[in-house]
């Protein structure tokens, strides 16, 4: 029964700020690291950052570095803040959880899949 499901990507000017949010049920942060993935047309999917519940660390792939942001609430909501958007970032994005940590910037084996939310950056 464990599921995650993201909103908040729509399109937005470049130079913008979106705000993702990954809703998860059905299992606990305690025992699952998470992570953010995009996958742009043609493209292959690719890690954008990791988060390691055990330790704190966060990890970001160097194209987000300084741009995107993870953070949590007490509702179980997982949020990704993507500020200074640039046309390269319009992506489908994907939040997943994953078991044994963080590899780097992605997840060292996903167990869960979120089914995405696409982002458009546009003028």
């Known amino acids: 029964q464990a599921q995650l499901v993201e909103s908040g990507g729509i399109l937005v000017q470049p130079g913008g700020s979106l705000r993702l949010s990954c809703s998860v049920s059905?299992?606990?942060?305690?025992?699952?690291?998470m992570g953010w993935f995009r996958q742009a047309p043609g493209k292959e999917r690719e890690g954008v950052q990791c988060?390691?519940?055990?330790?704190?660390?966060r990890y970001y792939a160097d194209s987000v570095k300084g741009r995107f942001s993870v953070s949590r609430d007490n509702t179980n909501t997982l949020y990704l803040q993507m500020d200074s958007l640039k046309p390269e970032d319009p992506a489908m994005y994907y939040c997943?959880?994953?078991?044994?940590?963080?590899?780097?910037?992605?997840?060292?084996?996903?167990?869960?899949w979120g089914q995405g939310t696409q982002v458009t950056v546009s003028s």
């Open positions: 997943a959880a994953g078991l044994y940590g963080c590899a780097g910037f992605t997840l060292r084996k996903v167990a869960y």
């Open positions: 059905g299992l606990s942060f305690d025992d699952y690291a």
């Open positions: 988060i390691n519940w055990r330790s704190g660390n």
